[in-house]
């Protein structure tokens, strides 16, 4: 199995940044795909950002030009850069790993803690 261990999170005023990790701990060899996705009051859980194995990227069009996914050399350790944060970037951020089960074909996720990011205005 895999273990998630998110840190970074905090309070800023718009404008300001803050740099979120994701430490991946057990079945690493297993990941496939780690991202970001986060949860504001009264709505729905997104995806903000995801980075594969292969280093393919994909952003959600609200953080474009803004935030920035990265990996560590191990590929143990995902980053989220946030730059030029606004009020509406404040959320519950959720690291998330996709393992492969190569027996069975299969996938599964496994979910950090959540760390909170508020960026007042």
């Known amino acids: 199995q895999v273990q998630l261990v998110e840190s970074g999170g905090g309070l800023v005023q718009a404008g300001g940044s803050l740099r979120l990790s994701c430490a991946a701990s057990?079945?690493?060899?297993?990941?496939?795909?780690m991202g970001w996705y986060r949860q504001a009051p009264g709505k729905q859980r997104e995806l903000v950002a995801s980075?594969?194995?292969?280093?393919?990227?994909n952003y959600a069009d609200s953080v474009k030009g803004r935030f920035t996914i990265s990996r560590d050399n191990a590929k143990n350790t995902v980053y989220l850069q946030m730059n030029s944060l606004k009020p509406e970037d404040t959320a519950v951020y959720y690291c998330?790993?996709?393992?492969?089960?190569?027996?069975?074909?299969?996938?599964?996720?496994?979910w950090g803690q959540g760390t909170q990011v508020t960026v007042s205005s």
């Open positions: 998330n790993a996709q393992s492969i089960v190569v027996v069975t074909y299969s996938s599964y996720n496994t």
């Open positions: 980075i594969t194995r292969g280093g393919t990227i």
């Open positions: 057990g079945s690493i060899v297993s990941i496939n795909v």
